[in-house]
């Protein structure tokens, strides 16, 4: 009668076969031990460091690696001592022949396993392990994008002020997913994973307000306004038990960041990704009911920035015209003949008082508020071009490269918010981005504004190669002349832009939190170029993204803080903030 499982390999004469035996048949390596408790087989490489098990010290159920003393139940796998545990066979003797089961094991048993290893190495920030774990899952079936939305939901449970850049990063990293696939994908998951452990090592959950029904816009926008952290939270979750909901939850997260400018523009960026992940999830109502009350809880306890002095003449105006937000709303005409320099110029080196007419002066006239956000992008990417490097060592100074990236990063945030909430209050973010933005100018390098931007390379010089050697090199003016060669040439952009993707997953520094800044900047430098065409700043973002990346960026700051918590302490002197 033939064998209903053809999987079952035979191993050899049960009785002939050694304490512990290695056996080999195509892609498995197994260890095959011989207990009094019965006989086992589990995989003869250590998932550790991939040593031969069969080569470890077996008391009684229980194997140890000869290499790093990691120790295994034999019966279940587990790892008793040490990191992931080790893969079992099922082994049965027939005819006195000894059998193991080569079938690979439904995924719906592998996976839930290897997600709770995969978490407890996040715990540990055991880098090596969760990797390997991630790759076990691939190779289980569980889609990439699962994955990176596996690591967006662990931040969010255990985020102690709610989403971090995890989230962002997750979603950037699921654009290239296509270009990498089976265990490919891991280089994509690499950069949330190193930085989801850096933040939330050994970090217990937040606890969560219980779900509360009725929700509605205004109810929450009032828990909201006043810090009632229980009820809006709660009331989100109501929400969120309901099928498809997360789409209606994302008007309470959009109208939400639209009341305050927030922590350093984190909120409104996290908001306008997140719906990149839910959409790629295999389960998006499972991943928005763990996501999005973490980003509403950073949105709670954000700092609003727009009531601190260095903001609240901006934020006054926006007050003052936010009566007339929903005529200038209805009045908004993509046709209307518009000079996207006033506004650029104004935000860029004007007064407070001159951004603020243009902005309100460019709504007046009835131009789109789209093509304002587009003038606003060309000044946060000029912004970021004009960066002054020396800022970057100063220990005294608190702004560096990360504050420069921000304000480009949030106004293409601002620009997406605009085009995918149909609502007046939409108006309020062009009065975050050009206060954001505007504030910058103390970043500037002296004379930046006239300083003329290098001469693009010859055509015949220019390829992928040449930009990546310069971003490497650490030589801006070389990287920003390359990519201005090539943009004038006229080249499809794809291969450039698939290289410096490819650059940026493939450890461009050091610190997890600086790749963050690396792969957000980069990719929304490549969006607002695709969202400017026509336009006649669209090459700015580029340059700017591509300044940045090429420049040397600080990234280990232990002496600084050193100097300034003396200079904090001992003197009572604070490092200056340029911005603020």
Known sequence: MSDPNPAWTPVGEAAGLPAVHTFKQGRHQLCVVKTDDGVFAIDNRCPHEGYPLATGDVRGCELTCAWHNWKFDLKSGGCRLGGEGVRTYPVRERDGVLEVDLQDPDPETVIPPLLE???????????????????????????????????????????????????????????????????????????????????????????????????????????????????????????????????????????????????????????????????????????????????????????????????????????????????????????????????????????????????????????????????????????????????????????????????????????????????????????????????????????????????????????ADAILAAITTKSPERAVALVRGWLADGRPLTPLKHALEDAALADPAVRPIVVAHVIKTLWAAFDEFDALEGHPDRDWPLLAAVRFVASPVKERRVHDAAHTSIAWVAENRMPRKLTQ
Not at 240 to 259: F, K, M, Q, V
Not at 270 to 280: A, D, F, G, M, N
């Open 117 to 463: 290893s995969l978490e407890e190495g996040l715990l540990k920030h055991d880098n090596p392990r969760v990797l390997r774990d991630a790759v076990r899952l691939l190779l289980a079936g569980r889609p990439a994008p699962d994955v990176l939305a596996d690591l967006a939901r662990f931040d969010a449970r255990r985020a102690e002020y709610g989403t971090t850049h995890v989230l962002p990063v997750a979603a950037d990293c699921g654009r290239v997913l296509e270009r990498y696939p089976g265990p490919d994908a891991l280089y994509t998951l690499a950069p949330p994973i190193d930085l989801c452990g850096e933040n939330h090592s050994r970090r217990p959950v937040r606890p969560l307000a219980e779900p509360l029904p009725d929700g509605t816009l205004e109810v929450v926008r009032h828990a909201v306004e006043s810090e009632d952290v229980a009820r809006a939270e709660g009331l989100l979750r109501g929400l969120l038990e309901r099928p498809g909901s997360w789409r209606e939850a994302e008007t309470w997260l959009l109208d939400a960041t639209s009341r305050h400018f927030l922590g350093f523009g984190h909120q409104l960026i996290y908001t306008i990704k997140v719906r990149e992940l839910l959409e790629r999830a295999s389960d998006s109502d499972a991943v928005a009911r763990d996501v999005l009350p973490a980003l509403l809880y950073s949105i709670l306890v954000g700092t609003r920035e727009d009531t601190l002095p260095y903001l609240t003449a901006y934020f006054d105006h926006l007050e003052q015209v936010a009566p007339r937000f929903p005529e200038l709303w209805r009045a908004a005409d993509t046709s209307t003949t518009y000079d996207p320099g006033v506004v650029r110029d104004a935000v860029l080196d004007g007064r407070c008082g001159e951004a603020l007419d243009a902005l309100e002066g460019a709504l007046s006239e009835g131009v789109a508020p789209r093509q304002i956000a587009s003038a606003i992008i060309s000044a946060a990417a000029q912004r970021l071009y004009r960066f002054d490097l020396a800022h970057e060592t100063d220990p005294d100074v608190a702004e560096n490269w990360l504050w420069a990236t921000h304000r480009f990063t949030f106004a293409s945030a601002v620009r997406v918010a605009i085009e995918r909430w149909d609502s007046p209050d939409a108006l309020r973010f062009l009065w975050q981005a050009v206060a954001f933005v505007h504030s910058g100018q103390p970043m500037d390098a002296p004379g930046a504004r006239e300083q003329p931007l290098p001469a693009p390379v010859p055509a015949g010089h220019v390829d």
